[in-house]
């Protein structure tokens, strides 16, 4: 089993920064891809993030494609989460997930094995 733990949200004027953290423990030597998702009220998850296992591939959103960046430490079993020039549409709770094996950059929910409990982001206008 593996275990995900998000930090790192809270409430930020539109076109300010955070940066979403999110530690991984357990069984960690069997996660390949670890992604961001969000759900705003009333929405359905949605893709924003995803990176590789070595940390070369990456995939994002066109919503925030240019504004958010995905890194991750392997070292710490941790994924970052960027965000820059919020606005108040990111507004969401954010998720970290993990996949098994595979070198896919997936971008579906049913696709991934591990999720943390959220971290909610509010951006004011």
């Known amino acids: 089993q593996v275990q995900l733990v998000e930090s790192g949200g809270g409430l930020v004027q539109a076109g300010g920064s955070l940066r979403l953290s999110c530690a991984a423990s357990?069984?960690?030597?069997?996660?390949?891809?670890m992604a961001w998702f969000r759900q705003a009220p009333g929405k359905e998850r949605e893709f924003v993030a995803a990176i590789s296992r070595s940390g070369s591939g990456k995939g994002y959103a066109d919503s925030v494609k240019g504004r958010y960046t995905i890194s991750r430490d392997n070292a710490k079993n941790t994924v970052y989460l960027e965000m820059n020039t919020l606005k108040p549409e990111d507004t969401a709770v954010y998720y970290c997930?993990?996949?098994?094996?595979?070198?896919?950059?997936?971008?579906?929910?049913?696709?991934?094995?591990?999720w943390g409990q959220g971290t909610q982001v509010t951006v004011s206008s």
């Open positions: 997930a993990a996949k098994q094996g595979g070198a896919v950059l997936a971008r579906t929910v049913l696709l991934y094995d591990y």
């Open positions: 357990g069984r960690t030597a069997s996660i390949y891809i």
